[in-house]
């Protein structure tokens, strides 16, 4: 490989001495890509650039600014919930298993349908289906489940084993507040509490979360 | 007229939103427990002290009926989607449930102009999740699902 | 420099049924701009396929610091369109026309199909414009889980393309980002690898990003452009392959 061929990709030659030039004014910046990973590595070059710059030309990266365009409706703001959970399943669909990942795809299109919503209800909070995701592929359940969304927007999720009942609210930020009912012979228990995802199995351990998580016979959440 | 409570043997029903139903394979199997909790204040509505819902026996001794006027009434005040449910409570249960919790749970018929079987269940510990999962398990006698409920028993009085 | 002929490497990628890829990317810059006037009607005929759509809208504004005064311009310049489960994306705006598949990758064929109907449909609507550069791009993010009590992953056991980090003095290396580029036979290849968030729980994902760009006698026509592009997919087979270690690959499994 010679240089010469690549510097035909280089409409602007870059030169070493600049002072104004930015010290990696070579870096190639992705161009073509519209997923969560070509974002993150666009960022990462800007980061780089920012960082290196000692003319000022590089923008320190501001705050977000909210472009609102017009008014949305309820249709479309439920329509683009449904979307943004959707399109946040697809970063993570190779480790999921297909059917599951459809059906999840349903449920969503049944809690989220504008026929069925009350205007009062509250709109799913995007960072608690982050949570769900992260669960599911953490956790593994393979029992059926059922959705729903709590009076402050957060996904929840709910097993019934014969009398025995847990619920689970994902919070954001991998946080999980979960209460439950467990009958043990003619004894009942009850518990709740708000722990991280990560401790989550030891905190339900006494009363055997598997006993709510697994289905032997149900097929796999992820791959 | 002060506020009459209601028989332990009587049951009170509930209208919970479709979001707060659980169903699996579309079969309603049962509540969240959220759908007996008390709201927090809003922008349009300060904090709930109590929850809402209708006499059943009020209407009709039997369950059908009752929940066939129970619907009635509440459409009248607002709107009810295909995927909401009812859930028909037992008072008794309720209280007991309670008295476990050291809560002392009234459950008072207070009608309204609108709401002649209106019915406020007061005296709930806001922030006490196992209170709320125990009385989805065991205070509930049935969920009904409103669609199917239009469809099979509506059709056929 | 002659190319790696892809029947002959041993290690030419497979299907895995965990890929990697969240994202693959048929990417067409050309010389002038769509016509403003055939947006609407490339958008009507490609609904079918992607009936979502979106504006591609470019927001200007404009400030006169003299005259403490602010001006905004509005200009629809092409639209983003995507398939009801919004891992199709296609994007044809100003001066571009790209075809995207995003996780759960359906194989070479399907995207290939689908990317090279979408094209006909585009250019027998705007007409021909000339191609300036044609680009094959292929993201992967490699989802490495964390031992019990680990704190990090040694990249290097997954990645054969790496940083090599004189230890000591150096510890652990926290985030990474590097890119290099190649000329393989005229066509521009830029390797990007990184640490990127993980969305996985006790996980540590790496980006290996290649991204292969033709700038010089670009074809034209249609039967050519294609077989550029199956014969670039190849040369990413090759490379990514060439990326990875089996570690990796028994990650894909």
Not at chain 1, 141 to 147: D, G, I, T, V
Not at chain 1, 187 to 194: D, L, N
Not at chain 3, 90 to 110: N, Q, T
Request: proline share 5%.
């Amino acid at each position: 490989m010679t240089s010469s061929s690549l510097q035909f990709y280089r409409r602007e030659k870059v030169s070493g001495l600049d002072p104004a030039q930015s010290l990696f004014a070579t870096l190639a910046l992705p161009r073509a890509g519209v997923s969560d990973t070509a974002s993150a590595l666009s960022d990462s070059f800007l980061e780089i650039l920012r960082r290196t710059d000692t003319t000022g030309r590089i923008q320190p990266r501001s705050a977000s600014i909210e472009v609102t365009t017009r008014k949305t409706s309820l249709v479309e703001t439920l329509y683009e919930i449904r979307a943004n959970a959707k399109l946040m399943t697809s970063r993570v669909a190779m480790h999921l298993d297909k059917e599951w990942r459809l059906s999840l795809f349903r449920n969503l299109d049944e809690i989220l349908d504008p026929e069925a919503w009350h205007d009062d209800d509250p709109l799913l909070a995007i960072p608690s289906f982050e949570t769900f995701l992260r669960f599911s592929l953490f956790i593994k359940p393979n029992r059926q489940l059922s959705l729903g969304v709590s009076n402050q927007g957060n996904l929840l999720l709910g097993w019934i084993v014969g009398k025995d009942r847990l619920s689970i609210e994902m919070l954001p930020q991998d946080v999980l507040r979960w209460v439950l009912v467990r009958y043990v012979g003619d004894e009942r228990e009850s518990a709740a509490g708000q722990v991280p995802l990560l401790r989550l199995m030891a905190v339900l351990g006494p009363f055997d979360p598997e006993h709510w998580f697994a289905d032997h016979g149900a097929a796999a959440t992820s791959r | 007229m002060a506020p009459q409570p209601l028989p332990d043997e009587h049951h009170f029903v509930r209208h919970v939103r479709g979001a707060l139903v659980q169903r699996v394979n579309g079969k309603v199997v049962g509540c969240f427990p959220d759908a007996f909790k008390l709201r927090d204040a809003s922008e349009t509505r300060a904090a709930e002290t109590y929850i809402s819902a209708c006499w059943l026996e009020w209407h009709q001794h039997d369950c059908d009926l009752g929940i066939q006027s129970v619907v009635q009434e509440l459409s009248n005040g607002r709107e009810l989607k295909a995927r909401d449910a009812f859930a028909v409570v037992q008072v008794k249960k309720m209280k007991e449930i309670g008295l476990s919790r050291g809560q002392r749970i009234r459950v008072l018929h207070e009608p309204t102009e609108k709401s002649p079987s209106y019915t406020a269940v007061r005296a709930m510990n806001r922030d006490d999740q196992e209170l709320l999962q125990l009385i989805a398990a065991e205070a509930i006698s049935e969920t009904v699902d409103l669609e199917s409920f239009v469809k099979t028993t509506l059709k056929h009085p | 420099m002659t190319l790696p002929n892809s029947d002959n490497n041993e290690a030419v990628s497979g299907q895995y049924p965990k890929a990697p890829i969240t994202e693959a990317v048929i990417d067409f810059r050309f010389a002038d701009s769509i016509p403003q006037e055939s947006y609407a009607r490339t958008r009507d005929k490609l609904l079918d396929n992607y009936p979502l759509s979106s504006d591609w809208v470019e927001g200007i504004a404009s400030f006169d610091m003299v005259k403490r005064s602010g001006s905004f311009q509005e200009a629809v310049r092409g639209f983003r369109l995507s398939s009801v489960d919004q891992v199709n994306v296609a994007i044809i705006a100003d001066k571009r026309f790209s075809v995207s598949r995003l996780a759960p990758y359906s194989g070479w064929e399907d995207f290939r199909t689908r990317a090279r109907e979408t094209w006909g449909v585009a250019k027998a609507t705007v007409g021909y414009r000339k191609i300036e550069r044609i680009g094959v791009r292929y993201i992967n993010r490699i989802d490495i889980p964390m031992g019990e009590n680990a704190t990090g992953v040694e990249i290097s056991k997954y990645l054969a393309f790496r940083l090599d980090v004189p230890q000591p003095p150096f510890p652990a290396i926290q985030l990474q980002t590097s890119q290099a580029i190649f000329d393989f036979d005229g066509r521009m290849v830029i390797i990007n690898t990184g640490t990127v968030p993980a969305p996985l729980v006790k996980h540590v994902s790496v980006a290996l990003d290649i991204d292969i760009g033709l700038e010089r006698d670009v074809p034209q026509a249609d039967d050519a452009l294609w077989a550029y592009v199956d014969s670039t997919r190849d040369l990413k087979n090759v490379l990514f392959e060439a990326s990875i270690t089996d570690a990796a690959r028994a990650l894909f499994q």
